[in-house]
């Protein structure tokens, strides 16, 4: 059982019930979780300057992840080669069936295994062949 420094509460001293701190002799943080998802949610809505480093690195791991997976996918069009800006990429997966997530949307959010084994399941293509692809599926004679 581990005491939390902050509520007082007495908890199991595991990864369930404390945030993992490696550099603290214990491995768990001093706070439970509850107590720390407390203090990160006032310190982000108090604190103009931490909402702004945490979208900034949150941009910059969704960029740089997705940067990593077109280049893991081949880097260019599956269907035209085009080679380009990373935002002109989509994620396409082969089988719907099988998607358990959209690859693009959550590139800032999952690890990044998580994110290869998906990518694995999808074909990379440019955003028009994407849009025509999709366009070519749709079985009735009205388009939006």
Known sequence: MKKCSK???EKPA???????QTN???GLHDWCK????????DRYKNNPKERKRI??????????KKEYLIKYL?????ICGFMGCPASFDFHHKNP????FAV?????SFTLNRLIKEAEKCILLCANCHRELHYAEKDDGYHD
């Open 14 to 20: 595991t990864a369930e019930f404390y945030n993992k």
């Open 34 to 41: 509850i107590c720390y998802k407390e203090y990160a949610k």
């Open 55 to 64: 979208r900034k690195n949150s941009f910059r791991r969704h960029r740089s």
């Open 7 to 9: 509520c007082k509460t």
């Open 104 to 108: 693009s949307s959550q590139c800032g």
């Open 74 to 78: 081949g880097g260019k069009c599956t």
């Open 97 to 100: 069936e099988k998607k358990k």
């Open 24 to 26: 603290h002799h214990t």
